[in-house]
DNA sequence: TGTACATATGTTTAATTGTTCATATGTATA
DNA sequence: TATACATATGAACAATTAAACATATGTACA
């Protein structure tokens, strides 16, 4: 695929690129997932993209935490806290377990630390 | 650490579920990455949390693209697609060349596609 | 150098969204 | 059941931002 198109620049007379790209194109075309998955995809990343929200899901890396521990240690009020928290299982970022009085949140599995791992990793290059 | 927190978290006493909760936060408070880290961990993935990034990103999953092909492919003005590939540029998120009147972009490295990926796991469970 | 094509960027506007405040629901216990 | 504590939720407001439009910059070629 990228070696194909490699081949195709080097070409030089115009109207053969003008052709190649557009054979490029639908290819591209032909292999985009649906605009609704693509949706969804970007739905789930923009869930990650808050510093409220990531904060509370990086202190959840290896804890279970109830809503009135984060909001202590992230300094946020309550309201806010669960507003956020209520987005997070609605992702099926985090789970969560009712034990008396309190709720306690968890990452719901291995792919939201994955992804986690490799933002941090990004970042940190 | 879980495992010590499902240690404490058997005890029936309020007094030391108290006490135990407050030694969690104060250890996770240790854990946690510095904000300005999060902060762009977040912006990272904003960056991802858009339905039109993502459909670029994901066209150029298999092959280099220039402007104007993704301005076709996916039906955006070209202005649109030109300021989003500024911001994706700015993250790093993509590399380009200059190729005459062309400039082609592509992902930048395995972390965006390894982000992707793993995202595109979550969304299709 | 002038013209056409490809890309970049500044500005404005409409829509989205995180927080706050107020209030409701749920749970344990006296 | 009355009270206190923990969490959830509805509504309003302020801030962010993607798209559109106009225009500028950059490149090739006659």
């Not at 605009?35 to 969804?40: G, T």
């Not at 507003?83 to 970022?93: A, G, N, P, T, V």
């Amino acid at each position: 695929m990228a070696a194909e198109h490699a081949d195709r620049t080097k070409r030089t007379t115009p109207d053969d690129d003008g052709a190649a790209r557009e054979d490029i194109v639908e290819q591209v075309s032909r292999q985009q997932p649906d605009d609704e998955i693509l949706y969804d995809l970007a739905e789930l990343f923009k869930v990650f993209g808050d510093s409220t929200r990531i904060k509370i899901l990086y202190a959840m890396f290896e804890n279970e935490l109830c809503v009135n521990d984060i909001a202590k240690l992230l300094n946020l009020s309550q309201s806010s806290v669960s507003h956020q928290l209520r987005i997070l299982k609605s992702s099926k970022l985090v789970k969560f377990r009712r034990e008396g009085k309190s709720v306690y949140y968890s990452l719901d599995d291995e792919h939201v630390r994955a992804i986690i791992s490799m933002g941090m990793e990004h970042v940190e290059e």
